[in-house]
């Protein structure tokens, strides 16, 4: 019995193997490595817009892509935080609201599911998303740049901030609209199922 090739599925899984070979690079001192981690984390971000693109162009939207594509992007994101935090490039308090964010986002996701709630995706989201790919791209080409190449610095820190605004203020927007959505009584009617 043969299976329907679904490329879709494959890049998001491509995604998923490239996350510890970017740690790998972002993790090492040496310059070339440093361009080799921006590159490879160039080529997995590209795979995020490449994936749904052919997804919806080949017919091939799949629940388990619809699944799977938003944890290959928190995986593939915080992995290059939690390596770029390890060579100090990143704090660890920004890092972990990111990552936490993310979380945050997933787990109402799934409560909204589980309410019948939808909440589609934003462009407020989707703007979040390309600051991420951008700034950690250019917090890990930083690596390779002399200490006393002050723009490349003052972009750097300019990218992290833009990244991490976008990203608290996209999460807060999400949750606004499950509650414009789901509509407090609601919630507080689920809650009293719980034990």
């Known amino acids: 019995m043969s299976f ?28 070339v490595r440093v361009l080799i981690a921006a590159g490879i984390f160039v080529a997995a971000s590209l795979t995020d817009w490449l ?6 162009r080949r017919n091939q939207v799949t629940r388990f892509g619809t699944l799977l594509d938003p944890v290959a992007d928190k ?10 935090v390890q060579v100090d490039m990143v704090r660890a308090w920004v890092a972990m609201v990111i990552i936490g964010r993310e979380l945050a986002v997933t787990g109402l996701r799934g409560v909204a599911l589980s ?12 703007l979040k998303t390309v600051s991420q790919y951008v ?31 976008l990203t608290v203020l996209s ?16 919630i507080i009617k689920d809650l009293e199922r719980w034990p």
Do not use: C
Request: a positive charge; hydrophobic letters at 60%; proline letters at 8%.
């Open 4 to 31: 329907p090739f679904n490329l879709p599925i494959a890049l998001t899984l491509f995604r998923i193997v490239l996350v510890p070979l970017i740690i790998v690079f972002v993790i090492s001192s040496d310059r």
């Open 51 to 56: 994936d749904g693109f052919m997804a919806r």
């Open 75 to 84: 995986l593939l994101v915080a992995a290059a935080l939690v390596a770029l």
């Open 115 to 126: 309410m019948g709630v939808v909440v589609p995706a934003s462009s407020f989201g989707k």
């Open 135 to 165: 700034g950690i791209t250019i917090l890990i080409l930083e690596r390779g740049v002399p200490p006393q190449h002050v723009p490349f610095h003052l972009l750097s820190v300019a990218a992290l901030w833009v990244m991490l605004g």
């Open 171 to 186: 999460g807060a927007d999400y949750f606004y609209r499950f509650l414009l959505k789901a509509g407090p009584r609601a």
